[in-house]
Antibody, heavy 120, light 107 residues
Framework: VQLLESGGGLIQPGGSLRLSCVAS????????MSWVRQAPGKGLERVAG????????FYADSVQGRFIISRDIFKSTLYLEMNSLRDEDTARYYC??????????????WGQGTLVTVAS | EIVMTQSPATLSVSPGERATLSCRAS??????LAWYQQKPGQAPRLLMF???TRAAGTPARFIGGGSGTEFTLTISSLQSEDFAVYSC?????????FGGGTKVEIK
């Protein structure tokens, strides 16, 4: 299993970015996937998720209405479209493969992350 | 939302010594707790789940315990490769939440 993120960078407040995560070694139709971020000096926060069938998505309150998670199963790529970016969105964004367990999910494989810096 | 609180924020330990990390949930999560290890410049890695079950590749010196709201991760004899940040995560309720992490550093 490999996950490779790209698309991060420096962006002004109010701007937009699209992150990509290319998955290999498994199919995106087999496992749920998540985007998890880590702001400088802070803990991990799951900001978005998508089910294995693509029919269900999740967004943290902090990004609801601004971020959109999607995927292209033919390109084996997960996306995170980020709009109306704020200073507090500055973080390293990780793509993670989930493993269902009981009523929840584990994060059993992670990419190296891509850094998003929101600043003027 | 279940809030996960980890303590201490930083733990200074000498190689070969034992380290005990704590994780507290704001409400009972049974044993639905995972631990992750993150070394500098690397992605997090799943270390343990079910509070005490080691993930594939996790050495036996990592011991998880607890249930309900109080959990511990013990590293019985710290090796150089164990100095890292450790985060707990609950998967009992949605949204899934993580603790703030404990950094284990060399004393």
């Amino acid at each position: 299993v490999q996950l490779l993120e790209s698309g991060g960078g420096l962006i002004q407040p109010g701007g937009s970015l699209r992150l990509s995560c290319v998955a290999s070694g498994f199919s995106l139709t087999t496992y749920p996937m998540s985007w998890v971020r880590q702001a400088p000096g802070k803990g991990l926060e799951r900001v978005a998720g998508i089910s294995d069938d693509g029919g269900t998505t999740f967004y943290a309150d902090s990004v609801q209405g601004r971020f959109i998670i999607s995927r292209d199963i033919f390109k084996s790529t997960l996306y995170l479209e980020m709009n109306s970016l704020r200073d507090e969105d500055t973080a390293r964004y990780y793509c993670a493969k989930n493993r269902p367990i009981h009523s929840g999910l584990l994060f059993d494989s992670w990419g190296q992350g891509t850094l998003v810096t929101v600043a003027s | 939302e279940i809030v996960m609180t980890q303590s201490p924020a930083t733990l200074s330990v000498s190689p070969g010594e034992r380290a005990t990390l704590s994780c507290r949930a704001s409400q009972s999560i049974s044993s639905d707790l995972a631990w992750y290890q993150q070394k500098p410049g690397q992605a997090p890695r799943l270390l343990m789940f079910g509070a005490s079950t080691r993930a594939a590749g996790t050495p036996a010196r990592f011991i998880g315990g607890g249930s309900g709201t109080e959990f511990t991760l013990t590293i019985s004899s710290l090796q150089s490769e164990d100095f890292a940040v450790y985060s707990c995560q609950q998967y009992k309720n949605w949204p899934l939440t993580f603790g703030g992490g404990t950094k284990v550093e060399i004393k």
